[in-house]
């Protein structure tokens, strides 16, 4: 794959979306704030067309952004699963302690948490890679196909994810992962800046996730699907 070039296309398609529409991308910020029609729009991008998609038919791209949203909560129930059985015992404990009659926190209760918290939390970032690793071609498939339980045909994503090669695969979501902290950073520094910070912001999310979205998508071609 030649990150370069797929970075560049999108960076083009995100530029093509809204300069010099305006109105398309005064809807992206609506759509941000009412996020299920942004998730629509996100899936208009997944189909892959080179021309993007414009903003209406509202229904649908509603209706196509719960099932994004919907799938992706059922993509991250092992993760919240393992994260609560970590956590609800160090919450027991924490709220035994500010119930009772002692005034202040007996932090060496705590200790025999850390160890169990620890490896909590690091099976949860490994549980949360390995969904992120097929959610992120099982959702594009889900748009392809227009079949919602496509997203959980885990079979056919494996085959996809080999034909892009496991390697180029990883390798590219960890630049497009790198670039969106960093770009995600900035964008939060603008949103320090009082009242027109957060204006700006709004306008600045939608091309974030635009960009990612047509990233992902050429990834997926890469596959030849």
């Known amino acids: 794959m030649d990150y370069k070039n797929a970075l560049m296309d999108a960076a083009q398609f995100t530029h093509d979306t809204v300069w010099g529409n305006w109105k398309r991308w005064i809807l992206l910020v609506i759509w941000t704030i009412i996020f299920p029609l942004l998730g629509g729009y996100i899936m208009?991008?997944?189909?892959?067309?080179?021309?993007?998609?414009?903003?209406?038919?509202w229904v649908?791209?509603?209706i196509d952004g719960i099932k994004y949203l919907v799938?992706?909560?059922?993509?991250?129930?092992?993760?919240?699963i393992v994260l609560l059985i970590t956590f609800i015992p160090v919450i027991k404990e924490f709220i035994s302690q500010i119930t009772s009659e002692s005034a202040e926190l007996n932090y060496e209760a705590f200790l025999?948490?850390?160890?169990?918290?620890?490896?909590?939390?690091?099976?949860?970032?490994?549980?949360?890679?390995?969904?992120?690793?097929?959610?992120?071609?099982?959702i594009i498939r889900m748009a392809r196909m227009n079949r919602?339980?496509?997203?959980?045909?885990?079979?056919?994503?494996?085959?996809?994810?080999?034909?892009?090669?496991?390697?180029?695969?990883?390798?590219?979501?960890i630049i497009i992962y790198?670039?969106?902290?960093?770009?995600?950073?900035?964008?939060?520094?603008?949103?320090?800046?009082?009242?027109?910070?957060?204006?700006i912001a709004l306008f600045l999310w939608p091309l974030l996730t635009i960009f990612e979205s047509r990233y992902f998508t050429r990834l997926y071609d890469e596959s030849g699907e």
């Open 60 to 62: 649908r791209r509603f």
């Open 44 to 57: 208009d991008i997944f189909r892959g067309s080179t021309i993007p998609p414009e903003c209406n038919d």
């Open 148 to 173: 919602f339980f496509e997203v959980f045909n885990f079979r056919e994503i494996l085959k996809t994810i080999g034909k892009i090669g496991w390697g180029t695969y990883i390798i590219a979501l």
């Open 71 to 80: 799938a992706g909560l059922i993509y991250s129930i092992p993760v919240i």
């Open 178 to 199: 790198v670039i969106s902290f960093i770009l995600g950073m900035l964008i939060n520094l603008v949103m320090e800046a009082p009242f027109i910070g957060i204006i």
């Open 112 to 138: 025999p948490f850390l160890m169990p918290v620890i490896g909590g939390v690091i099976v949860a970032i490994i549980l949360g890679i390995i969904v992120t690793l097929i959610f992120t071609i099982g």
